[in-house]
């Protein structure tokens, strides 16, 4: 994997949140660029090779050049995208409200649309997809997991329960919190169920490996995240809990005020988490200690994301009755203090994504790109990186067009026709 990359949700197929050898802006931030559609963006987006991904509520998966901001291509699904997106060498992987297809990642074509027997009626596919050695993993929200062939788009086998949360995977093993608990799988079908097209079994799967259950009951479930020999997952009843990935057994528990949404990130012996009583939490993965907890001004929904000693992460609402603008926090890893926040005009659950400097966050109908400012007298236009500086205050680079805000750096439009 390029490390400048984030290609899928939570970073990598363990969904730790935390990204090596990349790092993202720590101080006196600007937005690099933004881009609007006149519906919203409610998946996360993600990058790969240059390009942001993201889908949006009017049925479109969109790629932004992620210098510049730059529609490079839309395709229409056909339904509203509510799905966070993986994207695996040149294919981009996503669901919408009644199926769940794969996109050309360079050119934006449908290569294929997953038709499932399965609850065919009632296919809707909102969690992140997992892709591993030819094979993608995704549940819907019917409760069913499917494994998917990447290259013909039928399903392998399928489980008709714990599917409707994001899988994590490490080695063979695969995790998943449909809402209700925990449940570790095979990752080759031992538990699951063929599926032929014309039909499907009435067979009964296997019991998991283990499965944790009693964590509360989520609409939204917390995706686990693996790191060595444990699984970390938010519940309903407010706890984040550690998991021994070969018993099943609890390590740990950490209680917080309310219900957990979040998804852990896991970086340096610590796990970030939010939790919708307002608060990230930093605790130690070993002890379940606290380290430290930071308030933000709305629910923290958002799932963490950590680079070179930074923890992101986005606020939601403060409740159903109030209007109160998101912020993208940027906060110390080591002492839980402030170090920026953005306001992003809208309460987002977004999780952030980082990459070559730069921290990517949608809110409402906008996916903003931020990034350090630039000092004036090296400020250079972002898409071919001519020297501004001798023009003064310009709205256009007079080298190759590109428009250029206020602090040098260039806007996108999409206009619904």
Not at 141 to 157: D, K, V
Not at 365 to 382: F, G, L, N, R
Request: charged letters at 20%.
């Amino acid at each position: 994997m390029h490390e400048k990359n984030w290609p899928t949700f939570q970073f990598d197929l363990g969904r730790t949140g935390h990204v090596s050898n990349d790092t993202g802006p720590k101080t006196n931030v600007t937005e690099s660029w933004t881009a609007q559609t006149s519906d919203s963006f409610t998946s996360s987006p993600v990058v790969k090779n240059g390009l942001v991904y993201v889908g949006s509520t009017d049925g479109n998966v969109y790629a932004f050049d992620s210098s510049t901001g730059r529609q490079e291509w839309t395709c229409d699904t056909g339904q509203k995208v509510k799905s966070d997106l993986t994207v695996e060498n040149s294919t981009v992987y996503v669901g919408n409200e009644n199926g769940f297809c794969a996109i050309d990642a360079t050119r934006g074509i449908l290569e294929w649309e997953f038709d499932s027997v399965v609850d065919k009626d009632r296919q809707y596919f909102r969690a992140a997809p997992a892709v591993v050695a030819g094979t993608v993993y995704v549940g819907d929200r019917n409760n069913n997991l499917y494994a998917i062939n990447t290259r013909t788009g039928t399903a392998e086998w399928y489980i008709y329960k714990y599917g409707s949360g994001a899988p994590a995977i490490a080695g063979n093993s695969l995790y998943i919190n449909d809402g209700h608990g925990v449940y570790a799988l095979d990752r080759n079908g031992a538990h699951g169920i063929p599926l032929r097209r014309d039909e499907y079994s009435d067979e009964h799967p296997e019991d998991p490996h283990w499965k944790f259950e009693d964590i509360g009951v989520s609409l939204h479930p917390s995706t686990p995240a693996v790191k060595g020999n444990t699984v970390y997952v938010g519940g309903g009843d407010g706890h984040l809990y550690a998991i021994d990935t070969t018993t099943g057994r609890e390590e740990w528990h950490y209680e917080t005020d309310d219900e957990i949404r979040s998804s852990p990130a896991i970086a340096n012996g610590t796990v970030y988490v939010g939790s919708r009583d307002k608060y990230l939490y930093a605790i130690d993965a070993v002890t379940g200690e606290k380290e430290w907890a930071f308030s933000a001004d709305g629910r923290v929904d958002s799932s963490p994301a950590v680079a070179d000693g930074v923890v992101y992460v986005a606020s939601n609402e403060a409740n159903s009755f109030t209007d109160v603008d998101g912020h993208l926090y940027a906060i110390n890893t080591d002492t839980g203090e402030l170090l920026w926040e953005y306001e992003i005009g809208y309460p987002s659950d977004s999780s952030p994504a980082i990459s070559d400097g730069k921290v990517y966050i949608s809110g409402g109908d906008t996916i903003y790109a931020i990034t350090e400012a630039t000092d004036a007298t090296e400020q250079v236009c972002p898409a071919c990186e001519a020297d501004l500086t001798e023009y003064g205050d310009v709205d256009f680079c007079p080298e190759c067009g590109t428009e250029i805000t206020a602090n040098g750096n260039s806007n996108t439009e999409i206009y619904d026709p």
